[in-house]
């Protein structure tokens, strides 16, 4: 069985600060894939990253910053200097090479509410 | 934009009554999946088409259906519904290949309230 844990479930933080979102998962397969999503107010679940088990190198997108650690099962998301436009429920979410009959089955956390306060 | 669109945006049903939601594929994709969202919560699978064929689902039961089309459009429908039907459905297209599922594009999802 797979299962996405994200602990935190609402943050708040002032204009500019830095912030972490925390991501563990559990899987016993070998292949997987990780994924963060992006959902503002009007539901659009926005794509943000994709990273396969075999490749554990972080990975940096302007502002945007993931920390893919297999030791500990985590891919935390880093926001650096956020802003307004970054509040938002950010879900992180896995899926295994095959789940069934070649599908491929997202199981997501429940979402972490970032509010970033101006 | 992520170029996958779903109609209706909104609706209401009453208990008992059926439903059907569309969606319409990014350009090229070949597969399509299905995911609903309850109020506070991440979204949950419910199946997946590759190909105009159901190839995965997830814990939901027959009375939620579907159909994808030679266009890769897609179809959700859901039969008796039930107050716990109420949630965001959202359609997520993507060119799957073997060992890869590609990166998952959302539409905005339609929005079912159920009286």
């Known amino acids: 069985a797979q299962k996405v844990t994200q602990a935190q479930t609402e943050i708040s933080v002032v204009e500019k600060e830095d912030v972490t979102l925390d991501c563990v998962y559990e899987t016993r397969d070998t292949t997987y894939y990780l994924f963060w999503y992006k959902q503002p107010p009007s539901g659009e679940l926005v794509f943000l990253i994709r990273?396969?088990?075999?490749?554990?190198q972080n990975e940096i997108s302007g502002r945007y910053s993931w920390n893919f650690q297999k030791s500990t099962s985590s891919f935390n998301f880093t926001i650096t200097a956020s802003q307004v436009v970054d509040s938002a429920v950010y879900f992180c979410a896995l899926t295994c090479s095959y789940s069934g009959a070649g599908s491929y089955q997202l199981t997501f956390g429940k979402g972490t509410k970032l509010s970033v306060i101006p | 934009e992520t170029g996958v669109t779903q109609s209706p945006t909104h609706l209401i049903k009453t208990r008992g009554q059926q439903v059907t939601l569309r969606c319409s594929s990014q350009?090229?994709?070949?597969?399509v999946s299905w995911y609903q969202q309850a109020l506070g919560q991440g979204p949950q699978f419910i199946f997946q088409y590759y190909r105009e064929e159901e190839n995965g689902r997830g814990n939901f039961p027959p009375r939620f259906s579907g159909l994808q089309f030679p266009n890769y459009s897609s179809e959700l429908n859901v039969n008796a519904l039930e107050l716990d039907d109420s949630a965001l459905y959202l359609c997520?297209?993507?060119?799957?290949?073997?060992?890869?599922?590609?990166?998952?594009?959302f539409g905005e999802g339609s929005r079912l309230t159920v009286l």
């Open positions: 997520a297209s993507s060119f799957m290949t073997s060992g890869n599922p590609g990166e998952l594009f």
């Open positions: 350009s090229g994709h070949n597969t």
């Open positions: 990273r396969n088990s075999f490749d554990e």
